[in-house]
């Protein structure tokens, strides 16, 4: 990897790797020339890889901060949120930093894969006007399908593969970036609700979610979860979504998925992972629905509002990253 | 118990009549009703239960009985264990109770887990003047 002139603006670069030699190779140099000039750097990453790296680095790793992904990234878009507070507490005082996080590998659902790359793709939203700082997306070009690595072109400014760094040829921008999130939301299996609710109508949408909710198996403690989710969805569209909307729940063999449209339309494409302020008219909602739900899908159509909370059944459906087979030593 | 042993501060009841007082103290008053909550007098220690829900379409009712309730050494007191469910707006209305108390506490008894998440998770559990509390409240 070149060695790099301190960068003076977020660097979002996506690292394309074939086997472990090149993740090696791609990450070992961009964390240690981190630790050498005093930068603070977090990598977030599966265990697996995270047990790899602090062996690679050796004495250096007590200078790195680690997380596990599967903890901090089970819902994508608690990743944002992570970083912000990274950024803000260790870089305080101006000082630039690295991080590293591989939110996409394969076995990760097809929707929490829409997620995690619209997830990317505001990163550059989060941070674009910020104070420099750089992170490096690994993607396994390996085991991704080549749609997954075109997309990963397409969100990162800056693209690394092999010995290659430099500007991705098909980077979206920052303006379309933040676009409306439209991308299709198909119907799912087996439907077990569905109603139009207006404003006198909120007890009767969390008494359906709870009711159907335990019905299909969900545990207590999920239910009331999803349940207050579901209530504060259906407060925004009665507020603000044009006084109601409609909600469908679905029960699936991994969870239970509740959907709310309404007509409105909002212009934040942050909103729901921003940790609100103090003060108390920040608005709260969607975040709350974010730190309760396993995976919120939110959509701008043309038409309106489309949020969907998913709330996975038992552990055996917790996130987990298989570990890849790998050498026995990694080189340096 | 009797009228006679009642301790009360009159004069900070904010215009309570004495029969309000005393139709709390034996009654166990109900001073808000919906059909989705109810809000009670307690008496020990002196505060208010709320029973129910709470949410976008009855939150005005947190301000509401909070004006009757007393402040004694700088303290409301509040019964929440049977609060099955509080959105966000509610939450929101307890939080500035507390910030109107003017240096008092207001102490919330038996907040349900899930609730103490949800304040946890958006930013509101670490406020000096609105207090979880861990003790068990008699109802009066």
């Given at each position: 990897?070149?060695?790099?002139?301190?960068?003076?603006?977020?660097?979002?670069?996506?690292?394309?790797?074939?086997?472990?030699?090149?993740?090696?190779?791609?990450?070992?140099?961009?964390?240690?020339?981190?630790?050498?000039?005093?930068?603070?750097?977090?990598?977030?990453?599966?265990?697996?890889?995270i047990?790899?790296?602090?062996?690679?680095?050796?004495?250096?790793?007590?200078?790195?901060?680690?997380?596990?992904?599967?903890?901090?990234?089970?819902?994508?878009?608690?990743?944002?949120?992570?970083?912000?507070?990274?950024?803000?507490?260790?870089?305080?005082?101006?000082?630039?930093?690295?991080?590293?996080?591989?939110?996409?590998w394969?076995?990760?659902?097809a929707?929490?894969?829409?997620?995690?790359?619209?997830?990317?793709?505001?990163?550059?939203?989060?941070?674009?006007?910020?104070?420099p700082?750089?992170?490096?997306?690994?993607?396994?070009?390996?085991?991704l399908?080549?749609?997954?690595?075109?997309?990963?072109?397409?969100?990162h400014?800056?693209?690394?593969?092999?010995s290659?760094?430099?500007?991705?040829?098909?980077?979206?921008g920052?303006?379309?970036?933040?676009?409306?999130?439209?991308?299709?939301l198909?119907?799912?299996?087996?439907?077990?609700?569905?109603?139009?609710?207006?404003?006198?109508?909120?007890?009767?949408?969390?008494y359906?979610?709870?009711?159907?909710?335990d019905?299909?198996?969900?545990?207590?403690?999920?239910?009331?979860?999803?349940?207050?989710?579901?209530?504060?969805?259906?407060?925004?569209?009665?507020?603000?979504?044009?006084?109601?909307?409609?909600?469908?729940?679905?029960?699936?063999?991994?969870?239970?998925v509740?959907?709310?449209?309404?007509?409105?339309?909002?212009?934040?494409?942050?909103?729901?992972?921003?940790?609100?302020?103090?003060?108390?008219?920040?608005?709260?909602?969607?975040?709350?629905?974010?730190?309760?739900?396993?995976?919120?899908?939110?959509?701008?159509?043309?038409?309106?509002?489309?949020?969907?909370?998913?709330?996975?059944?038992?552990?055996?459906?917790?996130?987990?990253?298989?570990?890849d087979e790998?050498?026995?030593?990694?080189?340096? | 118990?009797?009228?006679?042993?009642?301790?009360?501060?009159?004069?900070?009841?904010?215009?309570?009549?004495?029969?309000?007082?005393?139709e709390?103290?034996i009654?166990?008053?109900?001073?808000?009703?919906?059909?989705?909550?109810?809000?009670?007098?307690?008496?020990?220690?002196?505060g208010?239960?709320f029973?129910?829900?709470?949410d976008?379409?009855?939150?005005?009712?947190?301000?509401?009985?909070?004006s009757?309730?007393?402040?004694?050494?700088?303290?409301?007191?509040?019964?929440?264990t049977?609060?099955?469910?509080?959105?966000?707006?509610?939450?929101r209305?307890f939080?500035?109770?507390?910030?109107?108390?003017?240096?008092?506490?207001?102490?919330?008894h038996?907040?349900?887990?899930?609730?103490?998440?949800?304040?946890?998770?958006?930013?509101?559990?670490?406020?000096?003047?609105?207090?979880?509390?861990?003790?068990?409240?008699?109802?009066?």
């Amino acid at each position: 990897m070149p060695s790099s002139s301190p960068i003076e603006k977020f660097r979002h670069e996506a690292l394309l790797y074939s086997g472990w030699a090149e993740f090696v190779a791609g990450t070992v140099p961009f964390i240690r020339e981190g630790v050498k000039a005093g930068e603070p750097v977090l990598v977030v990453e599966s265990l697996d890889k995270i047990e790899m790296l602090r062996v690679a680095l050796g004495g250096d790793a007590g200078a790195v901060l680690f997380a596990d992904m599967a903890e901090v990234g089970a819902n994508p878009a608690r990743i944002i949120p992570a970083w912000h507070e990274f950024v803000t507490r260790q870089g305080s005082s101006g000082r630039r930093l690295r991080g590293i996080g591989e939110p996409i590998w394969k076995g990760r659902s097809a929707d929490e894969l829409i997620e995690c790359q619209r997830h990317e793709s505001l990163l550059n939203v989060a941070f674009g006007h910020g104070q420099p700082w750089w992170l490096l997306c690994p993607y396994d070009t390996e085991k991704l399908d080549g749609s997954v690595i075109d997309e990963a072109r397409r969100s990162h400014e800056y693209v690394m593969e092999g010995s290659e760094a430099g500007q991705s040829d098909t980077f979206r921008g920052l303006e379309a970036s933040g676009a409306p999130f439209d991308v299709p939301l198909p119907d799912r299996g087996t439907s077990i609700g569905a109603i139009q609710f207006g404003p006198d109508d909120l007890a009767s949408v969390r008494y359906m979610v709870a009711r159907q909710a335990d019905a299909s198996g969900l545990d207590s403690g999920p239910t009331q979860e999803l349940m207050t989710a579901i209530n504060e969805v259906a407060t925004n569209s009665i507020r603000h979504g044009g006084g109601g909307g409609s909600l469908r729940i679905w029960q699936e063999d991994a969870a239970v998925v509740c959907e709310i449209r309404d007509s409105g339309r909002f212009s934040n494409p942050l909103a729901d992972r921003q940790r609100p302020a103090p003060v108390h008219t920040a608005p709260r909602g969607l975040w709350l629905a974010n730190q309760l739900c396993d995976l919120v899908q939110i959509r701008n159509f043309v038409d309106g509002t489309v949020v969907r909370l998913h709330m996975r059944r038992g552990p055996q459906h917790r996130l987990t990253i298989v570990p890849d087979e790998r050498p026995a030593a990694p080189n340096n | 118990m009797g009228v006679a042993d009642i301790r009360v501060d009159f004069w900070t009841g904010r215009g309570d009549s004495i029969d309000d007082l005393v139709e709390a103290a034996i009654r166990g008053g109900r001073i808000y009703a919906d059909k989705q909550l109810v809000v009670t007098r307690t008496l020990a220690p002196y505060g208010l239960c709320f029973s129910g829900e709470i949410d976008i379409t009855n939150t005005h009712a947190v301000p509401l009985a909070l004006s009757m309730a007393f402040v004694r050494n700088g303290e409301m007191h509040l019964d929440v264990t049977g609060l099955i469910f509080c959105d966000i707006s509610g939450i929101r209305s307890f939080v500035d109770a507390a910030e109107s108390m003017d240096g008092g506490r207001l102490m919330l008894h038996g907040l349900p887990a899930l609730l103490q998440k949800v304040m946890n998770v958006t930013g509101w559990s670490d406020m000096d003047s609105l207090v979880i509390c861990r003790c068990g409240v008699e109802q009066g």
